[in-house]
T-cell receptor, first 109, second 117 residues
């Protein structure tokens, strides 16, 4: 089976940097995804990691350590529109995605 | 806009009833996935179809069933509805070949909000 843990909520200030952690335990591992989801809307793809290390994409970066079963999503220069739920998801054997329960990020002035 | 369409957007029905949710994947995508998202459980994988065949099954109840048609659109059928079935149901699609693949970005539709009264 697969178990994914993320903090439930986080609060950060506009313009700041926030790191959202995700730990996972899986029976198979083919990669880790981060999705952003605004309330009532569809999840949208942010990043994908399959090898250890940091993947950078604009204001968003994602890190993976396979040996530690650990990933984080780093959001820089926070904007109010970044207030959303951030979902960590792991793909094991095949194409099935297992999602964590998500981290609700609130960006304040 | 992800290119995945779902209908209807909202559905209100009564306990014991049966409903059908519809999904059209992105052009060229062969795989369709169904997810249920309720307030207390997050996104739960239900089932995947690839090119008309069931490929993977998750926590899907026996009261629920799905199929993928030759034109690749998919339907999720929910029967004997209970209050606890109220949730957002998402469909996603990908270009997955059906084999184990290390990269499989899934594109999500806007969802169907089901309310069971």
């Amino acid at each position: 089976g697969q178990n994914i843990d993320q903090p439930t909520e986080m609060t950060a200030t506009e313009g700041a940097i926030v790191q959202i952690n995700c730990t996972y335990q899986t029976s198979g591992f083919n990669g880790l995804f981060w999705y952003q989801q605004h309330a009532g809307e569809a999840p949208t793809f942010l990043s994908y990691n399959v090898l250890d290390g940091l993947e950078e994409k604009g204001r968003f970066s994602s890190f993976l350590s396979r040996s530690k079963g650990y990933s984080y999503l780093l959001l820089k220069e926070l904007q109010m529109k970044d207030s959303a739920s951030y979902l960590c998801a792991v793909t094991g054997g095949g194409n099935k995605l297992t999602f964590g329960t998500g981290t609700q990020l609130k960006v304040e002035l | 806009d992800s290119g995945v369409t779902q209908t209807p957007k909202h559905l209100i029905t009564a306990t014991g009833q049966r409903v059908t949710l519809r999904c059209s994947p992105r052009s060229g995508d062969l795989s369709v996935y169904w997810y249920q998202q309720s307030l207390d459980q997050g996104l739960q994988f239900l089932i995947q179809y690839y090119n008309g065949e069931e490929r993977a099954k998750g926590n899907i109840l026996e009261r629920f069933s799905a199929q993928q048609f030759p034109d690749l659109h998919s339907e999720l059928n929910l029967s004997s509805l209970e209050l606890g079935d109220s949730a957002l149901y998402f469909c996603a699609s990908s270009v997955a070949t059906g084999l184990a693949t290390s990269y499989n970005e899934q594109f999500f539709g806007p969802g169907t909000r089901l309310t069971v009264l």
